[in-house]
């Protein structure tokens, strides 16, 4: 398998973009990029279910991270399916881009391996889009597969109070979303060198600054499949986790307020370290972080007070989870959200 950089080159949009972004059917053509590693299983039935969606023109692109459980052979026999193939475990971010590259449609669906949208989710998804130019990314609400309870509640606002309700947010989940594909390569897509976690954080924050919206649609559901298989343990989630964090602000804050943060994160990892029992998970990662420094200048363009103010308001918080952070299966069974109660209506004949 060719490298990387080669495998960009070789699936770059080859056609016009005038053609990639206009469909002969009668609504848009949408790609969904869905990224595979070690995976097998749950991608099969991603796929099984995308061919089900209730929505005209869908391009299917899987872009496989040097899986070794046979995953490429099985993928290889699906001949409705675009397969990119990496000679390594390049990560979601760099997969991602890659899709992104390579991609056809006017939006782009992401889903992971192991998350499947309802049948009617991604009409739903691009409905929202099409109505309102400025939104850039609208996420999903999305579902634990095995309970039918919310997953992945990112947001500021309390789900018992917003979970059926659209707003403006600071962030998605790529678990399950959609992407304006002309706003991803203006803004540059994800940043590859978070390589996992918090990347969905910083592409939200250069969509803001391009003057788009991030938009949580809660009549688009995903169901996800946890899996211990590609997620990175206690240990690595802390740790890339605050490194992360401490990256972003690096990249996007100016002066004081970049420091203020990097200081307000690192005493709320410190307690979250102690809280989960992973304090030199959270110390080697804020060591990790504050070491590059370098990246203040090699991205020159901060935000702006007003830019600040507003993701600051978009991502108000008035209480802090201590406990029960890292994903895992059995972590997220164990959720205590309740079933919303128009859940019935659109998931169950998607699943059928």
């Not at 979303?177 to 706003?183: E, G, S």
């Amino acid at each position: 398998m060719a490298d990387l950089k080669t495998l960009r080159r070789r699936h770059a949009d080859p056609v016009d973009e005038r053609d990639a972004v206009h469909s002969p059917s009668p609504r848009p053509r949408v790609t969904a990029v869905v990224v595979n590693w070690n995976r097998a299983s749950d991608v099969m039935m991603n796929l099984r279910h995308l061919r089900k969606l209730d929505y005209p023109d869908v391009e299917v692109i899987v872009v496989d991270n040097g899986s070794t459980d046979g995953s490429i052979e099985r993928l290889r026999h699906c001949g409705d399916v675009r397969l990119i193939e990496l000679d390594r475990n390049a990560g979601p971010a760099a997969a991602r881009n890659v899709g992104f590259e390579a991609a056809t449609g006017k939006y782009v669906l992401l889903l992971d391996s192991d998350a499947v949208i309802s049948k009617r989710g991604l009409g739903k998804l691009v409905d929202r889009m099409e109505a309102d130019p400025t939104i850039g990314i609208a996420g999903c609400q999305i579902f634990n597969w095995h309970t039918r309870r919310i997953d992945q509640w990112i947001y500021a606002q309390p789900y018992r109070t917003h979970g059926g309700r659209a707003f403006d947010t600071y962030s998605f989940s790529a678990a399950g979303a959609l992407i304006r594909t002309d706003v991803a390569r203006r803004v540059g897509g994800f940043w590859e060198r978070l390589f996992i976690y918090n990347e969905e954080v910083d592409l939200s924050i250069r969509v803001i600054r391009a003057g788009y919206r991030i938009v949580y649609a809660p009549d688009a559901h995903v169901f996800h499949r946890p899996a211990e298989t590609g997620r990175a343990p206690g240990a690595a989630y802390f740790r890339s986790q605050i490194r992360n964090w401490i990256w972003i602000f690096y990249r996007h804050y100016p002066g004081w307020r970049c420091w203020w943060k990097v200081s307000e994160y690192s005493a709320l990892y410190v307690i979250k370290g102690l809280a989960n029992r992973q304090l030199r998970a959270c110390l080697g990662g804020i060591i990790e972080g504050v070491r590059e420094r370098r990246i203040r200048s090699e991205f020159p363009e901060k935000m702006t007070w007003w830019q600040t103010r507003q993701i600051r308001a978009l991502n108000r918080r008035r209480r802090v989870r201590l406990w029960d952070l890292a994903p895992s299966p059995d972590r997220s069974r164990r959720t205590r959200s309740s079933r919303p109660e128009h859940f019935e209506g659109d998931l169950e004949p998607a699943l059928s």
